[in-house]
């Protein structure tokens, strides 16, 4: 098979060695994927749907499956932002889609089995509608194994295009429409950076930024820096202008989006401007709460921390993934950084900002990791009392250097440790949210409640989801509520007065 990962030139690709499975092949690459070059990232405004595409989708309507992470999440409202001005509705009925698109994650092995387990059930729905587009997009795409076994083994799917190939979508949907063969398009390779593509965004409340794309750190048990290439930050002045609309449009929540949101602004050449630069800028627009994530603590900087301790507009929320409490599992793993460096950053975030609330992510059964190593997990975990945390048992990944290390560590021994793990985390959430009773806290109230639609649920500066029974009409809004009742996941309260309309 002959598979091209180099510029995205339709034509050149045209494939009729690709043993009848894809039209057009170009097939990912984990190998080409890790590659870090020099080239310069272009930016580019001109984005536009071709002319022959506009309007097909009149009458027409797609669905799309979003799996993992807010970055997905936020593509999603990409495609979703394509698709609509191509003339497609979106629907949830996948019996009335023309369009069904899966976009996933790859981050671990269950969220791929999910995506695969759907795939298959799709047999069925594309045997009842043989005019139903399927498709694959999103960090599987990426992995060459996912896309060969698709090819191979799910010959009901029509379409399956990369993370960086997001913005060729309508000439990718021509193809699949007019073509018999699977169409594949999966750069390896990042491209530049494509800046007005339209968006249909989730909600009117809240809304996603993207601040740069891509993640050049490779901790070794991660598929991400393979699958959304290497670091490349929007400009400032782009992200600063999307910031001011969504204000202007009455949003009130903005999310910054990056892998490692700390790293933005080095891969300029020609300006010194760092994340702590884009955030002091940032925070003085118009906008009530500006959150961020995901931060590494390798490169979050003391001039960052300077700024946060601003506050305002910038809430006391911290995602600060720590993954291992022991500095043998974190040299393992590259992290680059040490327990003692990481809880010395976190001493001078509590210092700076006294309310923070810090959240974190956690791997257990790291390759090799003993019961000592895990108790120093425990141990920083109490040490740190995180207000949450996202827990996980290592899950190896293909093509990257922690798959190939020895893991003597049974399955049944991680899945303890995660099970303790939580507990202690439990805990101490619980400590934390019972501090909060009888409080008052602002809250922005975000909708009704997902079990009780009685109820409304809001959430502190801090990210903590209170519920609290009050007039609908104050959804969008902030309010003054005195918590009454602390649980480990959610607090429940009273409206006190109301702050802003
Ligand atoms: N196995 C388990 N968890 C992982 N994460 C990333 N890669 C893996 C993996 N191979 C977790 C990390 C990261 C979060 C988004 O997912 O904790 O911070
Ligand atoms: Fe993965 Fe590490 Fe990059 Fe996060 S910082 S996306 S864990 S490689």
Redesign the pocket.
């Known amino acids: 098979m002959t598979v091209k990962n180099e510029t995205p030139d339709l034509k050149s690709v045209k494939s009729k060695t690709t043993q009848d499975f894809a039209k057009y092949f170009q097939a990912p690459s984990l190998k080409d994927a890790k590659k870090r070059g020099k080239e310069e990232i272009l930016v580019h405004y001109d984005f536009t749907i071709p002319e022959e595409m506009e309007g097909v989708g009149k009458g027409k309507h797609y669905l799309i499956r979003t799996y993992g992470c807010q970055m997905n999440e936020h593509d999603t409202e990409t495609i979703a932002g394509i698709l609509e001005h191509m003339g497609y509705t979106a629907t949830e009925d996948e019996r009335t889609a023309d369009i069904i698109l899966f976009n996933t994650c790859a981050i671990r092995e269950n969220a791929e089995d999910k995506v695969f387990g759907e795939l298959g059930h799709m047999k069925r729905v594309k045997r009842n509608n043989p005019n139903l587009i399927l498709g694959v997009c999103g960090c599987m795409s990426q992995e060459e194994g996912v896309v060969n076994r698709i090819l191979t083994s799910y010959q009901q799917v029509d379409l399956i295009f990369g993370t960086h190939n997001i913005h060729r979508l309508p000439v990718l949907l021509r193809d699949a429409m007019f073509s018999k063969e699977m169409v594949v398009e999966v750069w390896s390779k990042e491209g530049d950076i494509i800046e007005n593509m339209p968006k249909v965004r989730e909600g009117e409340i809240k809304a996603w930024v993207n601040i740069m794309y891509g993640?050049d750190?490779?901790?070794t048990y991660?598929i991400?820096?393979y699958t959304r290439g290497k670091e490349r930050s929007r400009r400032p002045e782009d992200v600063i202008a999307e910031v001011r609309e969504l204000a202007r449009q009455g949003y009130k929540e903005i999310m910054l989006l990056g892998?490692?949101v700390n790293a933005y602004g080095k891969d300029f050449e020609d300006i010194t401007y760092g994340f702590g630069d884009l955030l002091d800028d940032i925070r003085k627009i118009d906008i009530p709460r500006i959150r961020f994530t995901t931060s590494?603590p390798r490169d979050f900087d003391d001039h960052l921390i300077e700024v946060l301790a601003k506050g305002g507009n910038l809430v006391e929320q911290i995602h600060l993934p720590v993954q291992s409490g022991s500095s043998a599992v974190l040299k393992k793993m590259a992290r680059k950084y040490t327990r003692e460096h990481y809880l010395e950053l976190v001493r001078k975030i509590k210092a700076a900002i006294p309310h923070a609330a810090l959240t974190t992510d956690i791997i257990v059964g790291f390759p090799g990791e003993t019961d000592e190593q895990f108790e120093e997990t425990l141990s920083l975990v109490e040490e740190v009392g995180y207000d949450s945390a996202y827990t996980f048992i290592y899950s190896p990944r293909e093509g990257t250097p922690a798959a190939g290390m020895e893991d003597n560590v049974p399955m049944d021994v991680k899945k303890k440790r995660l099970h303790r793990l939580m507990e202690v985390l439990n805990k101490i959430s619980l400590e934390k949210n019972l501090q909060l009773t009888d409080q008052i806290v602002e809250l922005l109230v975000e909708g009704e409640s997902k079990t009780n639609p009685d109820v409304l649920s809001g959430r502190t500066r801090s990210g903590k989801l209170v519920h609290f029974t009050a007039d609908k009409s104050l959804i969008g809004t902030f309010v003054d509520v005195r918590i009454t009742e602390a649980k480990t996941f959610t607090l429940y309260g009273e409206i006190v007065t109301k702050v802003e309309a």
């Open positions: 993640c750190k490779f901790c991660c991400v820096p892998q490692n590494h």
